[in-house]
Structures are given as structure tokens and as C-alpha cells.
């Protein structure tokens, strides 16, 4: 008895709420190892507590790794915000119903989301170390031994290796 | 005739005090992590960008965030932040491991649908399993006597510190 | 079994006399093998007959009595006393559709969703001298949601619907997959296409709660899944790969 075809094709729908729906899964799976190893470098292996403008400017200009750091947190953060304000947008739409209001919220939220998209990708990408401001900081920190030396003694000897780690790559 | 519409707020309570299943508890967890590392993010991009903008702000931001205020520690300030990035990286891994477990029904209608509950307690055990030593970690290098167990994992820890940052 | 003194809180909403609604008590005897909407009515012939709830077969398909029982959407003609894990009963309306009357709510918006995504057989092939036929395997792809009997215990238990009443909700979408799933029809595409829309498959966040609620215990989220499925492969499965001889 021949019926009809086992399966039937229809065009694969497209639509912006089907695109929004495909982001979120694949920028999500690429942030579930950029963000969760992005947590693990800088709250497990380093320490929030070490974290300073040296650290970022040698992450950052490193010759060797500098690159890959900047093009990891590039990804990063363009998919983040995008992942995190398309949800946000998700969610107010469920709760805000009204057409107009809808148009007022997507606009501010894309433009909100626009806004700081420029401020990390140009903090990424045009940053230059500042050596001056470096040397400043040095001088005026081997100044701050002497006069707290029970403060910092604490501080170096909670993260050891924080500072020393950097000067065998260079 | 007129009938009773409820209004935002009544909406959202009503709906907290439906008796749904573990299914609406991962979905609001999904929600309320997903906010907060939202808030968080907007935050984190404005601090960050203060390193191309001004250097010493930027260093200054990142010493209150360690529980240091002018170069003066504040004990309770600096529990209170570290303990502000325990709850961080727990909205993380739990928004991970949960949107794992969403993607999962929609690779598999059937099979992950259908074991749904299982897949709950799946992703209840493995945020356990990440968090413990996370929170391990984390609180250690508040306490100022280290342990032979703490000292097992800062020794590798400041091996891999030289390849890693 | 001996019979059990109820404590029955009803949420009541009369419009002539009430804002918003409150909550009310009633004391009332039952029998454990009693169910549900026995003790409403008990409460409503003995002691206030103004009590407004909708009922029409009691015997669970006719879904009329759809409400809020200890906080989860039932049938009161399916949920037993003696199932009750305590003397304390709470009754509300389902949620996220108009109350225009204690326990009644207005479906109008529940059904014009389910009218939205055509929920009858689109053919315009030129009819067989016989009938259209459809092999055991093939009527087995979209049992589970011939199943429903519109009660709206899915739609009125989901959160997106709560918040957004445009969505179209988990009763329409079952109703669209037991006949985009259908051998015989022909409106898979067109049907596909509303679900599509920004108040359609994609306010779907797996939560669940219609799987939970639904007393014919259809596969809710399952069927949605599959719709999502074949909007992001444009591949409609119609014939079963469940063995069929397991189905009961």
C-alpha cells in the first residue's frame, strides 16, 4: 500500500526571532569556554586582588601572547553583550506587550547595547601600554614599602607569584 | 460587564506562586543569573575601559574591588567583593551548565525532553561539582594560614600562572 | 476511609460587588473518593450558591473545569480528596486569561490562538475515490496531540503566556503539530509560518509547567520541540519512528 513520502520538505523558515534564536545557542556555547575560562584565568589561577593596570598592559602587549588574548577577549565580549542584551530583550518583550512600547525598548535596548559594544571593542583593540604612567607607579610604590610596609608585605605575600610570572616570559 | 485583569506586578507574583517543577525553577534561575551577569558585564566593560581612558583611575577601581580605599585595606569591603565574585561565578556556571541543558532539547526533542528531570539533577550536581573547589579557591586566599590541602592547589597554580594570563 | 473535614479557599471575583479578587473559606465534609469538583459543588448546593465555575461531562473530557488546585492547573473532575496531601484546599482561576467570574475565566483569547494556526485538514488535492489513505505508522507521528481537549491548563501554566498573552501558548502549538505532522495535509508550510512569527514557537522556553499541567498527559514540550525542529531543518517527519505496537 504506497501512501505518501516518508518525510515532506517546506522551505526552512528564516526571520529575525529564528536568527536571534540560532545567536543564542551558538554565541552560548562559545561563551560557556571564553567566559567560564575567562573566569578561571583571571578568579582561579590569578586573583582578582593581583589585577592592575600592569597586569592588563602586560596581557595585553605581551609579544608573544598578546595577540591571542586580545583576540579572545574580542569575541568575548561582542558575543556577551549581544547574547546578554538580546535576552534582556527577550525577557522585557514577554512583560511589555504593547507594540509601540516594544519599538521604545528594542530601540534603547540595541542602542544601550551599541553604545558599550564601541567602548570594548575600542579599549581592546586601540590599547597602548603607558610606560610613563608605569614608572610613576613603581617610583611611587617602592616609596609606599617604607611608609606601609606592614600593608604590602601582606599583600605580596598573598600572591606570590603574581608580578615574577611575567618577568620569566619577558 | 467587567472582568478582572491583573496588572504587572500582580502577573509576576501570581506566577512565582504557581506549583511548577523543576523546569520553572532552572527557567527563573536562568533569568535572575542571566540579569545579574548582565548587570555585571555593563559594569566590567565601564572598568575596563578606564585602562585606555586613565591608568590611575583604573588602578584604583581594581584596589577597591580588592577591599582598598586610598591604599587602606577595608576588611569587610573585601569579604564583601569576594564574596560579590563567589556569587558571579556561581550565576556563570549555573547559566552554563543550564543553557547546555536548553540546548540539549532542542538537539533532541525526544530523547532530552523526555529526561528532563534527569537532566535537572544533571545540571544540579555538576554546578556542585564545579563550585566546591571554586569556592575553595576563592576563599582561600582571604584566610591567611594556608593549609597542606590549600597548598596543593596554589602550588600548581603558581606554575601555570607563568604560561596563563 | 473515613470522611475528611475540608478547609476549601476559593478566590473569588463577583465583578457586581468586587475590585480585585479575595480569598474565601468554606468548611465542608468529603469523602475521600470524592473528587474535587464534588466539593465545589457540595460547597456551592450547601452553602453559597453564587460560586461561579464552569463544568459540563465531569469525567475529564469535555475540559471545562480547568483551575488552579493547591497552586498547579487541574481538571476538578480528575484530582481525587484522597490525593490531597492535606485537609487544606486552595482553588483559583487558571492564570493569564481575564477572570470574568470566580473560577470562570475568558477563554476568548485561548481560542483565537488556537483558531490562528487553522486547526483543520488543508488538502486541495483533488479527492480519491476512496479515502486518503494514511499507513498505522503514519497516524502514530501525531497521536499523542490528537489528544487535546482545549482546556487550557498548558496555555495557563506557562510563564511566557503569563506575561504575554499574544503568545501563542502550548494548546495552539500542539494543535498546529497534529496536523503539520499529519500525512494527508498539505498546510504544513502555511501553518509553519505563523508559528514562526514573533508570538509564535520561539516565546517557548522549555519551562515545562505545560507538560506538568496537561490532564490528558500529552507530551506538550516534546510537540513544540518538533515544530521548532522542523522550522530551523524545513524537514517534516510524518511517519513515526516509535515502534507503534508500545503505544498504549
Known amino acids: 500500500m504506497a501512501v505518501t513520502a516518508r518525510s515532506r520538505r517546506v522551505k526552512p523558515a528564516g526571520g529575525f526571532e529564528l536568527a536571534a534564536w540560532y545567536f543564542m545557542r551558538i554565541s552560548g556555547l562559545f561563551l560557556v569556554f571564553l567566559a567560564l575560562g575567562h573566569l578561571c584565568i583571571m578568579h582561579l589561577i590569578h586573583n582578582v586582588e593581583s589585577i592592575n593596570y600592569n597586569f592588563v598592559s602586560d596581557r595585553w602587549t605581551n609579544p608573544q601572547t598578546g595577540y591571542i588574548w586580545r583576540l579572545w577577549d574580542l569575541t568575548m565580549v561582542n558575543l556577551a553583550i549581544l547574547h546578554g542584551f538580546n535576552g534582556l530583550r527577550q525577557i522585557l518583550e514577554e512583560w511589555i506587550n504593547r507594540a509601540k512600547s516594544r519599538v521604545v525598548l528594542r530601540t534603547g535596548i540595541w542602542i544601550f547595547a551599541g553604545a558599550l559594544l564601541l567602548l570594548g571593542n575600542y579599549a581592546i583593540l586601540m590599547f597602548v601600554k603607558d610606560a610613563d604612567y608605569l614608572k610613576n607607579r613603581r617610583d611611587a610604590s617602592s616609596d609606599a614599602v617604607t611608609v606601609r610596609a606592614d600593608v604590602d608585605r601582606g599583600a605580596s605575600s598573598r600572591h606570590p607569584a603574581a608580578v615574577p610570572a611575567f618577568d620569566v616570559l619577558k | 460587564m467587567s472582568v478582572y485583569r491583573r496588572g504587572l506586578v500582580s502577573r509576576l507574583v501570581e506566577g512565582l506562586r504557581y506549583g511548577g517543577g523543576a523546569g520553572q525553577w532552572s527557567w527563573l534561575l536562568h533569568r535572575i543569573t542571566g540579569l545579574g551577569i548582565l548587570l555585571y558585564l555593563v559594569v566590567h566593560i565601564w572598568d575596563t575601559f578606564l585602562v585606555i581612558f586613565s591608568p590611575a583611575s583604573y588602578d584604583a577601581i581594581m584596589g577597591f574591588y580588592g577591599g582598598k580605599i586610598h591604599g587602606v585595606e577595608y576588611p569587610l569591603l573585601r569579604w564583601a567583593f569576594r564574596l560579590g565574585e563567589l556569587g558571579l561565578f556561581a550565576s556563570v556556571v549555573f547559566h552554563a551548565v543550564n543553557g547546555l541543558r536548553v540546548i540539549l532539547f532542542d538537539l533532541s526533542p525526544i530523547r532530552a525532553v523526555g529526561a528532563q528531570k534527569e537532566l535537572f539533577w544533571a545540571v544540579v550536581a555538576l554546578f556542585f561539582f564545579i563550585m566546591i573547589p571554586v569556592t575553595f579557591i576563592v576563599i582561600h586566599a582571604l584566610v591567611a594560614e594556608p593549609t597542606p590541602v590549600a597548598a596543593a592547589i596554589v602550588f600548581p597554580r603558581n606554575f601555570v600562572q607563568a604560561f596563563v594570563h | 476511609m473515613s470522611m475528611r473535614t475540608l478547609t476549601v479557599r476559593i478566590k473569588r471575583y463577583v465583578p457586581e460587588r468586587d475590585r480585585s479578587p479575595r480569598w474565601e473559606e468554606f468548611k465542608v465534609e468529603a469523602d475521600p473518593h470524592d473528587r474535587v469538583l464534588d466539593v465545589?459543588?457540595?460547597?456551592?448546593?450547601?452553602?453559597?450558591?453564587?460560586?461561579?465555575?464552569?463544568?459540563?461531562?465531569?469525567?475529564?473530557?469535555?475540559?471545562s473545569d480547568a483551575m488552579r488546585i493547591n497552586g498547579v492547573n487541574r481538571l476538578a473532575c480528575k484530582v481525587l480528596i484522597k490525593s490531597l496531601p492535606s485537609d487544606v484546599l486552595t482553588l483559583e482561576p487558571i492564570l493569564g486569561l481575564p477572570v470574568i467570574k470566580d473560577l470562570i475565566v475568558d477563554m476568548k483569547p485561548f481560542f483565537d490562538h488556537y483558531k490562528s494556526v487553522l486547526p483543520y485538514l488543508i488538502n486541495d488535492d483533488p479527492p480519491p475515490t476512496t479515502e486518503r489513505l494514511q499507513s498505522p505508522e503514519e497516524r502514530a507521528r501525531f497521536d499523542d496531540t490528537t489528544r487535546c481537549i482545549l482546556c487550557a491548563c498548558c496555555t495557563a501554566?506557562?510563564?511566557?503566556?503569563?506575561?504575554?498573552?499574544?503568545?501563542?501558548?502550548?494548546?495552539?502549538?500542539?494543535?498546529?503539530?497534529?496536523?503539520?505532522?499529519?500525512?494527508?495535509?498539505?498546510?504544513?508550510?502555511?501553518?509553519?509560518?505563523?508559528l514562526n512569527d514573533t508570538e509564535g514557537v520561539w516565546r517557548c522556553r522549555t519551562v515545562f509547567n505545560c507538560t506538568n499541567a496537561c490532564p490528558r498527559e500529552i507530551k506538550v514540550t516534546q510537540a513544540i520541540q518538533e515544530v521548532k525542529q522542523a522550522l530551523l531543518t524545513g524537514e517534516v517527519d510524518t511517519h513515526s519512528v516509535v515502534n507503534i505496537h508500545q503505544e498504549t
Do not use: M
Open chain 3, 157 to 194: 501554566a506557562c510563564p511566557p503566556f503569563w506575561g504575554d498573552n499574544k503568545y501563542v501558548g502550548p494548546a495552539a502549538i500542539v494543535n498546529a503539530h497534529r496536523f503539520i505532522f499529519d500525512s494527508r495535509d498539505r498546510g504544513a508550510a502555511e501553518r509553519l509560518d505563523i
Open chain 3, 40 to 63: 465545589i459543588q457540595k460547597v456551592k448546593w450547601d452553602q453559597d450558591e453564587t460560586i461561579g465555575l464552569r463544568r459540563s461531562c465531569a469525567h475529564g473530557v469535555c475540559g
